[in-house]
């Protein structure tokens, strides 16, 4: 019956210790998963960014473009 103590004990803790390295592997995949993500999102805010200031000089030239055709006709 001693035996079946220790047995017990030891399963448990063989146990815990694989499921502690299944959850760490999981958790480490899913920071990864994560962290793509986020990458991806951080790529595509930079790019929008990026046309938004195109967009924001085009403007500013066809302004400067229409302020002088408006002075040309006066």
């Known amino acids: 019956m001693h035996h ?3 047995y017990f004990i030891g399963y448990f ?3 815990f210790i694989i ?3 299944i959850v760490y592997a ?3 995949k899913k920071q990864k998963t994560l962290k793509k993500q986020y990458e991806k999102t951080s790529i595509g805010a930079d790019d929008s960014e ?3 200031k195109t967009l924001e ?3 500013k030239t066809l302004e400067a473009a229409l302020e002088k055709s408006l002075k040309d006709r006066s």
């Open 4 to 6: 079946g103590i220790l």
């Open 19 to 21: 499921g502690s390295f």
């Open 13 to 15: 803790i063989l146990g």
């Open 50 to 52: 990026l046309r938004v």
């Open 26 to 28: 999981m958790m480490n």
């Open 57 to 59: 000089n085009k403007v």
